[in-house]
């Protein structure tokens, strides 16, 4: 199983500059969460679908920030205009279900500068 | 909302020692309870987890055990080799909780 694949592993932009953070979860998985890590907020969720609808998406910071689900295999997350403060590594994970219960699978994260 | 709170922030030991890192919540709800470990330039990948009709569950060199009753669960590591040097982390009772800061252990060989 090749597991979450996330892309481009690396982003830097300028301020003000749209970007496009991509994830392709494990094939079967049902759920994808869409997270971001900063050294001073930690490991914080930002959006998660089930079966490609969005279900939760109060931990987006701002209307700059937005995610699609267009089909089971693929999701993005968009940034625009970004802002140096988006500066983080943003990681994408899929389960087999929303449900607590089921653990979840990160890729390797897409670290993003803004400049 | 609440986070789980995760103690210690950073630990270091000699390489063969044991390390345990501690992780407290407070929701009462909670049953399922997994340790994620991160290591440099990659996600966190899942270790060892635990449900709450379990007290303690091993595999290996790793175990996780849950005190429902104090709401606290914990990660052991014994014989501890450089390679479990990462950054550990408890995940919160429910999804819309951020992580806890995590802990960065050290093995010093």
């Known amino acids: 199983d090749a597991g979450v694949i996330q892309s481009p592993r690396h982003e830097v932009t300028e301020m003000g500059q749209e970007v496009t953070l991509r994830c392709k979860p494990i094939?079967?998985?049902?759920?994808l969460f869409w997270y971001r890590q900063t050294m001073m907020r930690g490991l914080e969720l930002l959006i998660y679908?089930?079966?490609?609808?969005?279900?939760?998406d109060s931990g987006m910071p701002e209307d700059r920030f937005s995610a699609k689900m267009p089909n089971a295999s693929f999701s993005t997350l968009k940034i625009q205009p970004s802002e140096p403060r988006d500066s983080a590594v943003y990681f994408c994970?899929?389960?087999?279900?929303?449900?607590?219960?089921?653990?979840?699978?990160f890729g390797n994260g897409t670290r993003l500068t803004v400049t | 909302g609440e986070n789980v709170e995760q103690h210690p922030s950073t630990l270091s030991v000699q390489e063969g020692d044991s390390a345990v890192i501690k992780c407290t919540y407070s929701?009462?709800?909670?049953?399922?309870f997994p340790w994620y470990k991160q290591e440099l330039g990659k996600g966190p990948q899942l270790i060892i987890d635990?449900?709450?009709?379990?007290g303690e569950k091993k595999d290996q060199r790793i175990a996780v055990t849950l005190n429902k009753t104090a709401k606290h669960f914990s990660l052991h590591i014994t014989e501890t080799q450089p390679e479990d040097s990462a950054v550990y982390f408890c995940?919160?009772?429910?999804?819309?909780?951020?992580f806890g800061a995590g802990t960065r252990l050290t093995v010093k060989p």
């Open positions: 929701d009462s709800a909670s049953n399922y």
């Open positions: 995940a919160p009772p429910r999804r819309s909780m951020r």
């Open positions: 094939s079967g998985h049902n759920s």
């Open positions: 994970a899929s389960s087999l279900s929303t449900g607590w219960d089921s653990p979840l699978h």
């Open positions: 679908f089930n079966n490609n609808v969005p279900i939760d």
């Open positions: 635990i449900r709450s009709n379990v």
